[in-house]
């Protein structure tokens, strides 16, 4: 059973940056598309950015131009370098395959934009 263990969110001011990190447990993750995802205070869970097997990206229109995703298959890590981070931003930040897979979600990260 594939497990994901985020990591490396917390508060950050307005134009600041953060690097959060998905460990992945499991065989086989180079082969799959990996996305992450974020969920805002009554909101409904979104589509960030996602990276295929050989590390072609794409990203939702809200943060292209500031986030990157990008992974080590070696590490079966994949990370999203977040920059000039806004308070609309702030959420829940989870990683899963692409498309997402029910019943794999971890426990996400918190991400808090504020002055």
């Known amino acids: 059973q594939v497990q994901f263990v985020e990591s490396g969110g917390g508060l950050v001011q307005p134009g600041g940056s953060l690097r959060l990190s998905c460990a992945a447990s499991?065989?086989?993750?180079?082969?799959?598309?990996m996305g992450w995802y974020r969920q805002a205070s009554g909101q409904q869970r979104e589509l960030v950015a996602r990276?295929?097997?050989?590390?072609?990206?794409n990203y939702a229109e809200s943060v292209k131009g500031r986030f990157t995703i990008s992974r080590d298959n070696a590490k079966k890590t994949v990370y999203l370098q977040m920059n000039s981070l806004k308070p609309e931003d702030t959420a829940v930040y989870y990683c899963?395959?692409?498309?997402?897979?029910?019943?794999?979600w971890g426990q996400g990260t918190l991400v808090t934009v504020s002055s």
């Open positions: 899963n395959f692409y498309p997402d897979r029910v019943g794999v």
């Open positions: 499991g065989n086989s993750f180079s082969i799959y598309f």
């Open positions: 990276i295929s097997s050989r590390g072609s990206t």
